[in-house]
């Protein structure tokens, strides 16, 4: 099957300005999350969709940060404006279901977005 | 949240298997372990997960204590391959993810 997607791969931008980024998940997986790795930590879960709704934001810096999921499936992350610590990868991951202790729950990555802000 | 505590890194010779300890002592009774790793400039690739008991699958073996305060991924024969970085996460019930700094895994020809 098809991995998630993600697009663009690497994208460098100045400080103030505005990005977006691009998820295809997995075809039927109903959840789909956007983490931020910083370079030398783990990813940090921003947001998290089960369907076109918003399950968990609690860690997405609102000022700056928005994300959708129209009708349930793809999703943008956009940050605007953007400041010099945004500098990260943005991995999107997507599994078949959020809720319950259910052995299918596995969380597959995308290969992230490289965001460089000067 | 429970959170996890891992080595910063670890070395392993070619062939030798490697263990790789966790330890996540706030663990609640339903939350399960899951183990990613992290090749550079790749998104992270699922390896393996467990409950209660012990885990094998082609890639791996996972052991929990019976206390579920910590557990060990076992990669059984190390390849230049397995050099990644290793993620042990403790699953919440909204199927929520958080990363610890994980261990840095080299193995050595």
């Known amino acids: 099957e098809a991995g998630v997607a993600q697009s663009p791969r690497y994208k460098i931008i100045e400080k103030r300005q505005s990005v977006a980024f691009w998820c295809n998940p997995i075809?039927?997986?109903?959840?789909l999350y956007w983490y931020q790795q910083i370079l030398g930590q783990g990813p940090k879960l921003l947001i998290q969709f089960q369907n076109n709704g918003v399950v968990d934001d609690s860690q997405l810096p609102k000022d700056r940060f928005s994300a959708e999921r129209l009708k349930g499936v793809d999703s943008t992350l956009k940050i605007q404006p953007a400041k010099l610590e945004d500098s990260a990868v943005y991995l999107c991951a997507s599994s078949s279901r959020g809720f319950g202790t259910g052995q299918d729950n596995e969380q597959f990555f995308g290969p992230g977005t490289r965001l460089t802000v000067l | 949240d429970a959170k996890t505590t891992q080595p910063t890194s670890m070395d392993c010779a070619e062939g030798r298997a490697a263990n790789l300890p966790c330890n996540h002592s706030?663990?609640?009774?339903?939350?399960?372990v899951y183990w990613y790793r992290q090749i550079h400039s790749q998104g992270p690739q699922y390896i393996i997960h467990?409950?209660?008991n012990n885990e094998t699958n082609e890639m791996a073996s996972l052991i929990i204590t019976e206390d579920r305060k910590s557990s060990t991924l076992i990669l059984p024969h190390a390849t230049l391959r397995d050099t990644a970085v290793y993620y042990c996460i403790v699953r919440r019930t909204g199927n929520q993810f958080y990363f610890g700094t994980g261990t840095s895994l080299t193995v050595i020809p």
């Open positions: 706030t663990i609640s009774g339903n939350e399960y």
């Open positions: 075809s039927g997986h109903a959840t």
């Open positions: 467990g409950l209660k």
